[in-house]
Antibody, heavy 113, light 107 residues
Framework: QVQVQQWGAGLLKPSETLSLTCTVY????????WTWIRQPPGKGLEWIGE???????NYNPSLKSRVTMSVDTSKNQFSLKLTSVTAADTAVYFC???????WGQGTLVTVSS | DIQMTQSPSSLSASVGDRVTITCRAS??????LDWYQQKPGKAPKRLIS???SLQSGVPSRFSGSGSGTEFTLTISSLQPEDFATYYC?????????FGQGTKLDFK
């Protein structure tokens, strides 16, 4: 059974870079897009973007200038970087397989000075 | 971007009730729509894909229908564990977009 486990720094200062990684266990890494989604506290879900095993990506235009997604197929991992964070980037960040089929547990990232 | 308008935003109901949640897309999305259930502090769980395909392990009281611009999620007989927030997601066009959510709570 596929599991996706995520980790990364949970507290950032404004202007720093958010960095999160997910590892895929128990299933194929190739053949899927790997997705990032976020949810500000008490609010709805926002699709950030996706990357596939060969590094092809699709980003939400609202974040595109600050987002980079990458993969490491040797480790079955995929990563998110978001630069120049502000308080508006405070959210729970989720990673998921495909069109949000199997989800990671979520990481609360708080941006505060 | 395709706007997904979900209604109602909140809904109070009782165990055993039949409830329907609607998502309307700002343009046609064929059947490229999924439904998710989210409980507090947890990741969303996909209930239905491709508008009407029930995911493995999801109780049959959940059903989805629709195509084009209008979609519905129906729970035929509410159970205590169904009180949660529900989201639709369109994946027909980038960027993928979610409805704003429907919070289902006890009447």
């Amino acid at each position: 059974q596929v599991q996706v486990q995520q980790w990364g720094a949970g507290l950032l200062k404004p202007s720093e870079t958010l960095s999160l990684t997910c590892t895929v266990y128990g299933g194929s890494f190739r053949g899927y897009y790997w997705t990032w989604i976020r949810q500000p506290p008490g609010k709805g879900l926002e699709w950030i973007g996706e990357v596939n095993y060969s590094g092809i990506n699709n980003y939400n235009p609202s974040l595109k200038s600050r987002v980079t997604m990458s993969v490491d197929t040797s480790k079955n991992q995929f990563s998110l970087k978001l630069t120049s964070v502000t308080a508006a980037d405070t959210a729970v960040y989720f990673c998921a397989r495909g069109i949000a089929g199997v989800w990671g547990q979520g990481t609360l990232v708080t941006v505060s000075s | 971007d395709i706007q997904m308008t979900q209604s109602p935003s909140s809904l109070s109901a009782s165990v055993g009730d039949r409830v329907t949640i609607t998502c309307r897309a700002s343009q046609g999305i064929r059947n490229d729509l999924d439904w998710y259930q989210q409980k507090p502090g947890k990741a969303p769980k996909r209930l239905i894909s491709a508008a009407s395909s029930l995911q493995s392990g999801v109780p049959s009281r959940f059903s989805g229908s629709g195509s084009g611009t209008e979609f519905t999620l129906t729970i035929s007989s509410l159970q205590p564990e169904d009180f949660a927030t529900y989201y639709c997601l369109q994946h027909n066009n980038y960027p993928y977009t979610f409805g704003q959510g429907t919070k289902l709570d006890f009447k």
